[in-house]
């Protein structure tokens, strides 16, 4: 019993961690805020009708896995907007047995849809789009995790208020998409075979719950996005043959394990219906090229100045100074460079924005040096201003007088 509850005696909930709490918080409230100022799409009716039905039923149309016909793509954020939605229903139509029949939410009998849920559910807009603010703040809490493990407390602050202060990424967070959930799969797909590859240097029964892990990380990128677990995986496992020294020989049957894993919570995710499953790989959804579109969009967008500026003194600082140019550095730079160059071209996706956590990791760790180099001062103003600028940026963008929310694509 000590032995098994002793990870929660070693957890402390101390400065660092309460202002990673508190960057957080902002994140969330700004998620919040947004989402309070949007209306009901087409586009979100589109993801609760297929989600519930994924929930609910199956599709009425025979041949076809819901409405929306044989989704090739993205499942899991159809099922997560569908989720909070069935299991509200289910709650209102459990408390509308203690209701007086005049006072019942769910007046109508029968098969309800969204649209005709919209007025006595008024939180449908709330319900649709919280699990992908969820999966922000946890992708954001990954990211406070490994750079404050790689670099300490203050290169975790940059790399998280830069994070928390995103346009894009609360973007993502605000509208029912798969990106945010294929960005959380391929940040932590790649960080936790870098975990694994680690363990695997100690003693086997640490070896287990890691590659658990990885195979649900794994399986939330497949399911986000089918070309993010190829790209999730080979990354990692080349990832884990620098690291792995002495055990390379045991790397690739893991991560094969790991994907293979993925594969069946896809299968899951598809209900276990081998033609829904199929036509994942009939529809070339996995297609990608190269394009410098996205990366110059990116860059060139007022809003991410702040972002923009740190990128430019990161690399300028990682090529001046000889301690910043190592595996820890490297690694998200490279894995950056690639995610911003690729394109989705069978299936809608933004590579671009699973580059993002990786950028911001390389801007941590090399800022990190920088504090604590002999101009350390200097460093950590440029840091901080940096930081406020794009916090300033970002609350323009999002919530000025010219402020909209624009597609991802």
Not at 15 to 22: D, E, G, K, W
Not at 212 to 227: C, K, N, Y
Not at 290 to 301: C, E, K, N, T, Y
Request: charged letters at 15%; hydrophobic letters at 50%.
């Amino acid at each position: 019993m000590t032995h098994r509850f002793g990870i929660l005696r070693r957890f402390r909930f101390n400065r660092p961690q309460r202002i990673a709490a508190a960057l957080l918080a902002l994140f969330l409230i700004q998620g919040l805020v947004l989402i309070g100022r949007q209306t009901l799409s087409d586009r979100d009716y589109e993801y609760a009708r297929c989600g519930r039905e994924m929930w609910e039923k199956p599709s009425p149309l025979a041949g076809y896995f819901t409405t929306c016909g044989n989704i090739h793509d993205g499942v899991l954020a159809y099922r997560l907007a569908g989720l909070p939605l069935t299991l509200n229903l289910l709650a209102e139509r459990g408390l509308d047995l203690f209701r007086k029949p005049e006072d019942r939410v769910v007046q109508t009998g029968g098969e309800l849809n969204t649209w005709e849920l919209r007025h006595q559910l008024t939180h449908i807009s709330l319900l649709l789009r919280l699990p992908f603010l969820a999966a922000g703040c946890l992708l954001g809490g990954c990211l406070w995790w490994v750079t404050r493990r790689l670099y300490g407390d203050r290169g975790g602050y940059m790399a998280l208020g830069l994070y928390c202060f995103s346009p894009a990424i609360l973007r993502a967070c605000v509208s029912p998409n798969a990106e945010v959930l294929a960005a959380l799969g391929v940040y932590g797909g790649v960080y936790t075979c870098i975990g694994v590859a680690h363990a695997m240097l100690g003693p086997r029964r640490k070896w287990r719950p890691r590659i658990v892990l990885l195979t649900a990380i794994f399986g939330i990128a497949a399911a986000s996005h089918i070309a993010a677990l190829p790209l999730a995986a080979i990354v990692g496992l080349a990832a884990m043959l620098w690291v792995a020294e002495g055990r390379r020989s045991q790397v690739l049957p893991v991560v094969l394990l790991a994907a293979g894993g993925a594969l069946v919570l896809l299968f899951a995710c598809y209900g276990f219906s081998p033609d829904a499953f199929s036509y994942v790989f009939r529809s070339a959804a996995g297609f990608m090229w190269f394009s410098l579109d996205p990366a110059r969009r990116f860059f060139s967008m007022l809003s991410n100045a702040g972002i923009t500026c740190a990128a430019v003194a990161a690399v300028v600082l990682y090529m001046g100074m000889r301690k910043s140019r190592y595996y820890g550095n490297t690694a998200p730079l490279l894995c950056a460079l690639l995610l911003f160059v690729l394109i989705t071209t069978g299936a809608p996706g933004s590579p671009w924005l699973w580059a993002l956590p990786f950028l911001l990791t390389f801007i941590g760790g090399v800022f990190a040096d920088a504090f604590d180099s002999q101009r350390s001062r200097l460093a950590i103003a440029a840091a901080a201003t940096l930081v406020g600028l794009q916090a300033v940026l970002c609350l323009l963008s999002l919530f000025g007088p010219q402020s909209r929310l624009p597609g991802l694509n």
